[in-house]
């Protein structure tokens, strides 16, 4: 992702709010790690770091997006789509944890929009507008095996609600299990048949 001055700005910006968070995150120092002059960043981003956390948003939501969908399309019970990809985010967690990597730049959705949500609006609709994406993908594949609409949006609400706090979990304590007893136990959560691991 790092072959443009703007993909390097993205890139360097992702990595130190992945790092240090947005509100510790300055223009001088994105501008001191990508390398680049303050003229090009502001030619590529007019309206400073809150753009280059919005467009960080965007990229890391659509690889999440595609993460989901992929998974979900393998299978016909929506929970046996959400197990494994539970499973595949602890274990890239856990990687992470393992072997921690300074230039990590997905940023987590949950984390910035808790950073932010009381001070920065565009921000924080932005998240709220990634959640609900992720949320209508969780919704069409419940209603796909049959399960009724009303009842579609509360399981697919509860899919974001619980992946994102379980998330919140694994980061804070360094430990993948969380999101695995989630994964393990969904049978007992959603009243939807499934087939034993």
Known sequence: ???TTKEMFLHTASVLFVNKGYHATGISEILQKSRAPKGSLYYYFPHGKEQLAIE????TAQKIYTEIQ??????DNPLEGFQEHLRYIAQKIQEDIDNPREDK?????SLIALETFSSN??????????????????RQKFIQYGVEDKLADFFAMNAVILTEGALVLTVTQKDSR???ELADNLPLIFNLNIKSR
């Open 178 to 180: 969380p999101l695995y």
């Open 70 to 75: 992929d998974t979900l399309s393998r299978y």
């Open 121 to 138: 609006e565009l921000i924080r609709s932005r998240c709220q507008e990634i959640f609900a994406h992720m949320q209508s993908i969780y």
């Open 56 to 59: 960080s948003l965007e990229l």
């Open 105 to 109: 730049d997905n940023i987590s959705i």
């Open 1 to 3: 992702m790092k072959n």
